[in-house]
């Protein structure tokens, strides 16, 4: 819970990057940005027809500290690599959108001496917007989302887990613990109802979606950290599959600025799960489901962007805390298709 207090701040300082990121980029050297034609389409409006893209990004930071006070002795490296691909079809009334996204990074520092993943997403949605007018009509959407590998809990040195809730022995004298499998948790999300798209520009696009939605959670068999440090051992809890069913609220921004040297997105939905399996009958408030995120990402070169990403995510029914998640990145891509 504490990570999420820090979520406005940090929103907050995307905010003043954004805003004086016109003048830094203005002062550059022309020549060494990339042109508006480089990064996004000359037209706000979008054409006819399919309308694939396919970008591979990869990334990779290295520190290194030898007798600097307060600092490990050794050499920390993360790699990133992060998969994009879009495939849109437009044709009058019919607007359908789908979205693929893979994204990898992993971490070795010398203080843990193993490689541990940091992000780890597999997400795909595909929507399918009527358009009665150009801004409302119908839609319908499916969602999903999973981690690709295993996960695991390490520590520096060994430990002894127990369940928490009937503290039985888990693993003795160990410094990893499997928690999921590959694929798990797996969420499948789908929704049905009304959207309005009140602008629709390359500077900025607002989605607001309204309406019945359901969610499946396949956790079984999964683990997650539920210490309390009342005991010297690591408590563990279990996760389970759930179902839940109802009222869903969405808003979605994004757009490019500066001739499309910035590209930003940010997304906030809400799920009153009137229809659910808890075994503990909470309220359908206790219950409900939150999941917020921004993006912002400064284009540097044609190939090459500062990508800063934010995710903070509530699904009680799983988790009781927030999951938050940041990443900052320096990147470099190639556009497979364009």
Known sequence: MRQ???????????????????????AADPGLLPTE????????????????????????????????????????????????????????????RNTLKIQEVVTRTPVLDAWVKTADQLFIESVYYLKLRDDLGPFASL????????????????????????????????????????????ALKESLGVFYRPIETKAIEVDIRAGFGAQEIFAEGGRVLADDSATPEIEISRLTDFVQAGAVIGVEGKG??????????????????????????????????????AKISFKLFEWASLDYEIKAFRLPALVEEWQVQNNLLLSFSYSLIE
């Open 37 to 96: 034609g480089d990064v996004v389409k000359a037209a706000d409006k979008k054409p006819e027809g399919w309308d694939p893209a396919l970008t591979l990004s990869a990334s990779v930071a290295l520190s290194s500290n030898s007798n600097v006070v307060g600092q490990p002795d050794g050499a920390s490296w993360t790699f990133g690599l992060n998969l994009l691909g879009r495939l849109d079809y437009l044709s009058g009334m019919h607007d359908w």
């Open 256 to 293: 490019t600025l500066e001739g499309g040297r910035i590209v930003y997105s940010a997304h906030a939905e809400v799920m009153f799960p009137l229809i659910n399996d808890d075994p503990t009958n909470r309220s359908v408030l206790d219950l409900t489901n939150f999941d917020l995120g």
């Open 143 to 186: 969602k999903l989302e999973t981690p690709l590998f295993r996960g695991y809990d390490l520590r520096q040195t060994p430990v002894t887990y127990i369940d928490k809730a009937d503290g039985t022995t888990i693993a003795t004298d160990v410094d990893r613990l499997r928690m999921t499998e590959a694929l798990q948790p797996l």
């Open 4 to 26: 999420l207090f820090r979520l406005p701040s940090m929103l907050a300082a995307g905010a003043l990057l954004l805003a004086t990121s016109g003048s830094a980029l203005a």
